[in-house]
C-alpha cells in the first residue's frame, strides 16, 4: 500500500457541508442586495455595513465546518501523525493548518512557508 487513501468520511458529509455554505451564503447575499435595493440612497448605512459583516462572518464560520467535514475527526493521539497528514499547530498564539514532514510541520506565511517543531501540533488528521 503506496500510502493512506481516505475515501468514507468525505462524500456525503461534504455535500451536507457545501449545501449549507451554498444556503447561508445565499442568504447573506440576498439581504445586502434587498438592502441596497430597497434604500438606494443610504447605501452607506449601517444596514448594508451590517449585511457585509454578516457575510463575511458567514464565510468564516462556514469554512471550519467544511474542514471538519472533509477531515472527519482528528486523531486522538495528535502527535502520532504521520507524514502528509493535516495538522494543526500553535504559532506564536495562533492556530494554523500544516502538513507534517516528519518532525516538522510545515504551513504557509506571507514570508514563504513556515517549519514549525512536531511539539507545537495541537490536532491532527489522517488524509
Do not use: Y
Amino acid at each position: 500500500m503506496a500510502g493512506k487513501v481516505n475515501h468514507g468520511r468525505s462524500g456525503a458529509a461534504a455535500r451536507r457541508a457545501w449545501i449549507v455554505i451554498g444556503i447561508v451564503l445565499l442568504c447573506a447575499l440576498g439581504v445586502w442586495i434587498s438592502v441596497h435595493f430597497i434604500v438606494p440612497e443610504r447605501s452607506k448605512d449601517i444596514w448594508v455595513e451590517s449585511a457585509k459583516s454578516a457575510l463575511q462572518l458567514a464565510v468564516l464560520a462556514t469554512t471550519g465546518g467544511v474542514v471538519a467535514a472533509v477531515l472527519g475527526a482528528p486523531l486522538l493521539h495528535p502527535l502520532g501523525a504521520g507524514r502528509g497528514d493535516v495538522a494543526l499547530v500553535d504559532v506564536d498564539g495562533r492556530e494554523c493548518l500544516g502538513i507534517v514532514l516528519g518532525e516538522l510541520v510545515a504551513g504557509p506565511a506571507a514570508s514563504g512557508l513556515l517549519m514549525v517543531p512536531r511539539a507545537a501540533i495541537q490536532a491532527a488528521w489522517a488524509v
